[in-house]
């Protein structure tokens, strides 16, 4: 293991932009492409820079930093590979970094090319809030990775808008960095955004875990107006969902919140549950793919009993079984305005579906009647008997002439005849 970090001097850096604009160059001679020397520069600059990021993130190690030969290795492979990727495209439409997405006043938009950002990259990629009077009031950061100098121009951007600001989608910024890295660029980021009036904060898609929970802290723990909050992918475990329930303190404006394929388990869901249980105006929770059993879904349900305005449920994907059914039917028959549930594969079986079934029948939701009204309703792959539930909804007297609404339910994709109601986003 070597004690310094593998680098490159200007002057060798320069000799290879020059090596590989004239390979460039050659190549596309022989393919009976034209490329003048001065779009084959730009793109062996545009190659090199990016192999040289990617070399440099590489370099380093939990432990310490590579051999400097592997590094270089890892160099030259993504130089030719970039290399290669130049000439099947066209170089006058090279975009830079940050330019595949939106860019409006109002918007910046990175989502893309997958790049590490580097300090002089992210200052070309956020130069619409960089500038004097921006009035930027939505961001998303995807696909860019952000390391320690990168997040300190994006904490730059965000305090030059943060009058504005309402609207911060930060997810999947952190691929390919190491651990120690992720957090400084994490709390950086956090720490700038803490100071905007955030209505909508999506953190997905980035290995934070609990220390990343913790590291972002500051962008979502005082955030009065906050209405929309998503941690999906983010390894949100036990231990993360407790600290995340002891961070999160003011819900009462909070209208939606996402979790996805996290592993949280009961104890996980039943520490969620004490947000929702602080949120009165929620209109849309997502706890999908979470390993969340019996009890934890005994206690999610509980919580949304506290308020009346759920539009959107999703819970599918957990082994929650038919035990679950009676505590989610009370809370259904409370929430009228309800037009997207998706219980499908949580073990629900006969008796289960049988009493979420009667529960959605008197909630207000426009079931069994699919014609009229618009809903969404997903309860497959639980194991049960479409006839065994018919007798359930009211007004149908044989299973024969109540099997129509009930297969809607049953279908893979339980849509209406009317227009589709997506589950997601909440607008």
Known sequence: MCDQEWSLTSDQRKS???????????????KGQQVSDADAERAAETAERKAYTVARVEA?????????????EAYTRKLASLVLEAITTDHKQAKPAGQNGINTSTVVDLTG?????????????????LAPGSKVSQIKFSTKSFGIEAAEVAARAIENVVSSLTHADISDIIAGRPEKEVLGALQIISQSLAKAKLKALDLSDNALGQKGIIACTSAFAQQPALEELAFQNVGCSINACTSLAELVQNAQELKSMRLYNNMSDDAGA?????????????????M????????????????????????????????????????????????????????????????????????????????????????????????????????????????????????????????????????????
């Open 16 to 30: 290879t932009v020059a090596r590989v604009a004239a390979n460039i160059s050659s190549i596309a001679f022989s």
């Open 113 to 129: 090319e997958r790049e590490f950002l580097t300090k002089e990259t992210a200052e070309v990629a956020l130069t619409a809030m």
């Open 288 to 427: 999908a793919s979470s390993r969340v059993g019996l009890d934890g879904g005994v206690a999610l349900a509980n919580s949304m009993a506290t308020g009346k305005r759920l539009h959107r449920l999703d819970l599918s994907d957990n082994p929650m079984t038919g035990d679950v059914a009676e505590s989610l039917a009370a809370m259904l028959r409370g929430q009228p305005h309800l037009r997207a549930l998706n219980l499908n594969d949580t073990s629900l079986e006969d008796a289960g579906v049988s009493t979420i079934a009667q529960a959605l029948a008197n909630s207000g939701m426009p079931l069994p009647d699919f014609t009229h009204h618009p809903a969404t309703v997903l309860i497959a792959a639980n194991h049960f008997c479409v006839c065994g539930c018919t007798p359930t909804i009211p007004g149908q007297a044989t299973s024969a002439s109540c099997m129509p609404a009930l297969q809607h339910i049953a279908s893979p994709l339980g849509v209406t005849a009317g227009e589709k109601v997506p589950l997601w986003p909440l607008r």
């Open 270 to 286: 039943a520490a969620i549950a004490k947000i929702l249980s602080r949120a009165p105006k929620l209109e849309a929770f997502r």
């Open 60 to 72: 380093k190690t939990t432990t310490g930093v590579r051999p400097h030969s592997e590094t270089y």
